[in-house]
């Protein structure tokens, strides 16, 4: 028997006006998850509590089966995980984003940027990508920063895109700090990172925006049309936890298979063989899906994770995210279901989230799932679709995320 959990992160939504009322899924054709809800079953997820730290790499914590309250410490040690960082046990961990910010245009400031010496209210968070920077421009603008304010205490590590590592030996952890997504277009003033040791985050904070506002590549991008990534937002922190082996617990041997930096090291966290990150660098998602059944060949599971691109997922173009979606289910989806059959008895979770930020706000996250068992009866005449709607409809009571792992490697459900 092999088992799957797939997770379709960050393309749930709400209805669009664009769309006439209806969502991203329900707009996109997806004929192959809807295969599963018809063969199979749909519904809701009861998620983490509204207390527990928000970020990326949460979802897969909890259908991994880890209570997020307890083990999941944002996405930062779980990025260093996958980096293949060492961290101390007293170490914490920050994830840097670098971001595009701006002078407000009401602040009366006349020289713009270059008349900021202190981040607060006369500033904007103008994009939270970075301008959408390249892994390789980013590393050069990092390879600064660490050059600069790097010391015994705190060193900077390069990620993917705007996405890089900053750690703090035997740092502070409790401070309040602010994902940078929900402040797009709005003063940064109220968001800085605020309670125990914010003081020196703000100070760093401060110094790379000095370090970054000047950088020659920046002054490239702003040449070409590009926003420069000018400052580093350090937030998404914690401490690497020890947990305990999700491999170990059900007596099976796993891997995960994920470009992203998170989710390859919640897999690794949870003790699952991580797919060597060359493998899949730059692959198309029939090559994802390839590699995710070579993969099963020789393992009992496999946690995949896919997502749409950062243009696609943090852009206002919604008519690119349904094409982004009936591409997941085209090229990616449909190989592996069809290569799963071949691999005999099996059972598939798929797990979707929506992206928790939309247009600089916060979302409750939409969270659903469909699941079949290729020994069971397949359900007769089912004509549902793998829509939140259809979720919503579903007759099931909502599923303890944290559970769901369980019952996958038990009795089904």
Not at 34 to 53: C, H, N, S, Y
Not at 134 to 142: Q, V, Y
Not at 226 to 233: D, G, I, V, Y
Not at 365 to 394: I, K, L, V
């Amino acid at each position: 028997m092999k088992q799957v959990i797939l997770h379709v992160d960050g393309m749930a939504d709400h209805p669009r006006q664009e769309l006439d009322g209806r969502t991203p899924f329900q707009r996109a054709a997806t004929p192959h998850l809807d295969r599963l809800v018809q063969t199979g079953e749909i519904g809701l997820l009861a998620l983490a509590p509204e207390k527990v730290r928000q970020g990326s790499g949460l979802m897969g914590t909890s259908i991994l089966g880890y209570d997020p309250k307890k083990y999941y410490q944002g996405p930062g040690p779980l990025e260093a995980a996958s980096l293949g960082i060492g961290i101390g046990e007293h170490d914490v961990v920050y994830r840097c984003t670098m971001v595009a910010l701006r002078a407000d245009a009401q602040s009366g400031s006349k020289g713009g940027l270059n008349e900021i010496k202190k981040l607060g209210p006369h500033v904007v968070m103008d994009d939270a990508t970075g301008g959408l920077i390249s892994t390789e421009e980013a590393r050069d603008l990092i390879e600064a920063i660490n050059e600069q304010l790097g010391s015994e205490m705190i060193q900077f590590y390069p990620g993917l895109g705007h996405r890089h590592l900053m750690v703090w030996v035997d740092g502070k952890s409790r401070a309040v700090c602010i994902d940078p997504q929900l402040l797009v277009g709005r003063s940064i003033a109220d968001a800085l990172p605020t309670g125990d040791g914010s003081d020196i985050l703000r100070k760093l904070m401060e110094a790379s925006f000095q370090i970054l506002r000047d950088h020659p590549l920046n002054e490239e991008r702003q040449k070409a049309g590009q926003k420069p990534a000018n400052c580093l937002w350090l937030w998404g922190q914690g401490k690497a936890i020890l947990w305990p082996s999700v491999s170990e617990r059900f007596k099976m041997s796993g891997v995960v298979v994920s470009q992203s930096d998170v989710h390859r090291g919640l897999g690794i966290m949870a003790g699952l063989e991580a797919v060597d990150a060359a493998r899949l660098a730059g692959t198309d998602l029939r090559t994802q899906a390839a590699v995710a059944l070579e993969e099963l060949k020789k393992n009992d599971f496999a946690y995949v994770h896919v997502e749409l691109p950062d243009s696609v997922v943090y852009g206002l173009d919604v008519a690119a995210k349904v094409k982004g979606i009936e591409a997941v289910d085209r090229e990616l989806i449909g190989p592996l279901f069809e290569g799963l059959a071949k691999l005999g008895p099996h059972r598939i979770a798929v797990f979707c989230d929506g992206s928790n930020v939309h247009l600089g706000q916060a979302a409750e996250s939409p969270g659903f799932f469909a699941y079949r068992d290729s020994a069971a009866t397949p359900s007769s005449g089912a004509a549902g679709r793998f829509t939140e709607a259809d979720a919503q409809a579903s007759t099931l009571p909502p599923r303890d995320a944290t559970k769901f792992v369980a019952r996958l490697f038990a009795k089904g459900f």
